[in-house]
Nanobody
């Protein structure tokens, strides 16, 4: 079955960096849309970034453009989210998710079916 395992979360001060990883298995990774969402308690999941694995096409939410970078290692079926210049408002649980449609963006969490367990990112001021 589809498995998505996130890692790399933690606590940093504002201005710091973290790199999240998402190891995928159990499906055709090479023909999928991989994305990161984040969520605060009692808030809707917010799309952060996505990457279409066949061609590396990426999408970023306006709130993270220029600070976050999504990338992949196809040999490892792993997607990364490099987060630089972190702000306190980036604090959230970050989730990795996937679907197999060619329309690939992180606009709406309802487009995605499979989710990882999440990794917490906390940014202090």
């Amino acid at each position: 079955q589809v498995q998505l395992v996130e890692s790399g979360g933690g606590s940093v001060q504002a201005g710091g960096s973290l790199r999240l990883s998402c190891a995928a298995s159990g499906y055709a990774y090479s023909r999928s849309c991989m994305a990161w969402f984040r969520q605060l308690p009692e808030r809707e999941r917010e799309g952060v970034a996505s990457i279409y694995t066949p061609d590396g096409r990426t999408y970023y939410a306006d709130s993270v453009k220029g600070r976050f970078t999504i990338s992949q290692d196809s040999a490892k079926n792993t997607v990364y989210l490099q987060m630089n210049s972190l702000k306190p408002e980036d604090t959230a649980m970050y989730y990795c998710t996937t679907h197999t449609d060619s329309v690939c963006n992180a606009a709406y969490w309802g487009d995605f079916v499979h989710w990882g367990q999440g990794t917490q990112v906390t940014v202090s001021s």
